[in-house]
């Protein structure tokens, strides 16, 4: 029976630790803050942040709710981010994603005080990625190839000389994580598929652990899977039940993989609590640095 890498208990257990953490920060007049922007009113969107309060709520993290209508310009996000980058009560902050049409994520993301950066999107902290091959905990990472990684070193999964495929080149996932996953002290092989990939059945076939991020339901069959593999399943597609009657979530990874691999991140319940679990992380180390900071000063 493969093993089922639990991402809900793996978070719960980090979430403990982060609530010690927090305490510790408060004593010492430090209180961390995460601030979210969201605009609009996706549902999926306004879902998923009211789940990050609830996180934030848990562990002791105040938090900064700002909303937006869906007609808000460009100048009206930058705004309140200004108001966030210069809010000493908010240590991390994030922009929800996607924005509405027509806005461009990138030259908003660009304006996040990198010290500020949550999610580990701001193009300086990337470049931090790009710069520390040994890896280096001085700036924020993203929250998910960072989750993914957290996830398996719980469970002792040892990445060092293994082939790992990626599946989708998307910013939050696939054109991250491979430098992650390079860095020296984890020290994988990286391959990275997307739609221009030849013979990507092949390039998963061979693969000791696959991390499939693309969003296309059910695209790793169980033929596609070597046996004894590692299944990492971060997409997120709705699709619609019919014996349910409902939308459910569905993964990447056909269910039928769980036959063929040694361990698998159940979707959800997986990587999606990491990546939550990453965020608060990314926000008490901030606020963590801040601490440190002002205590260097003081000596
Ligand atoms: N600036 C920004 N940062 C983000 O981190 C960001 C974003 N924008 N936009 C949208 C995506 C999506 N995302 C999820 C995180 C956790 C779950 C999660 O915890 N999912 C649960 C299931 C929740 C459910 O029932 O839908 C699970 O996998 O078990 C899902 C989705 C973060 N995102």
Request: aromatic share 4%; charged share 20%; net charge negative.
């Given at each position: 029976m493969a093993q089922k890498?639990?991402?809900k208990l793996v978070a719960a257990a980090i979430k403990d630790d982060l609530r010690l953490r927090v305490a510790r920060l408060r004593q010492t007049g430090v209180e961390p803050g995460l601030g979210t922007i969201l605009v609009g009113d996706d549902v999926g969107s306004r879902k998923y942040v009211a789940g990050k309060h609830a996180d934030c709520a848990e562990v002791g993290i105040r938090s900064i709710a700002v909303e937006l209508p869906g007609s808000a310009s460009r100048a009206e996000i930058l705004e309140q981010m200004e108001r966030l980058?210069?809010?000493?009560?908010?240590?991390?902050?994030i922009v929800q994603l996607p924005l509405p049409k027509g806005v461009d994520s990138n030259a908003v993301i660009e304006r996040i005080n990198?010290?500020?950066?949550?999610?580990?999107?701001?193009?300086?902290?990337?470049?931090?990625?790009?710069l520390h091959i040994d890896g280096g905990d001085s700036s924020p990472q993203p929250c998910t190839p960072r989750g993914i990684i957290t996830l398996l070193s719980h469970y002792n999964i040892d990445l060092s000389g293994k082939e790992v495929c990626?599946?989708?080149?998307?910013?939050?996932?696939g054109r991250t994580i491979g430098l992650m996953l390079a860095a020296r002290g984890v020290d994988a092989t990286v391959t990275l598929c997307h739609t221009g990939t030849r013979d990507v059945h092949e390039l998963m076939r061979r693969a000791d652990v696959?991390?499939?991020?693309?969003?296309s339901a059910g695209f790793v069959k169980p033929?596609?899977?070597?046996?004894?593999?590692v299944l990492v399943d971060v997409g997120v597609s709705r699709v619609y039940d019919e014996e349910a009657g409902r939308y459910r979530v569905k993964g990447d990874i056909d269910l039928g993989c769980r036959e063929v691999c040694s361990a698998y991140?159940?979707?959800p319940g997986g990587v999606g609590p990491m990546t939550r679990a990453m965020l608060l992380t990314n926000v008490v180390e901030m606020a963590e640095r801040r601490m440190n900071?002002?205590?260097d000063l003081a000596v």
């Open positions: 890498l639990d991402g980058n210069s809010d000493s009560s908010c240590t991390g902050y990198p010290s500020k950066d949550a999610d580990g999107m701001h193009p300086y902290n990337l470049g931090e990625l790009v990626v599946l989708g080149r998307g910013i939050t996932v696959v991390i499939a991020a693309m969003g033929e596609d899977v070597k046996p004894g593999a991140t159940p979707n900071a002002a205590n």
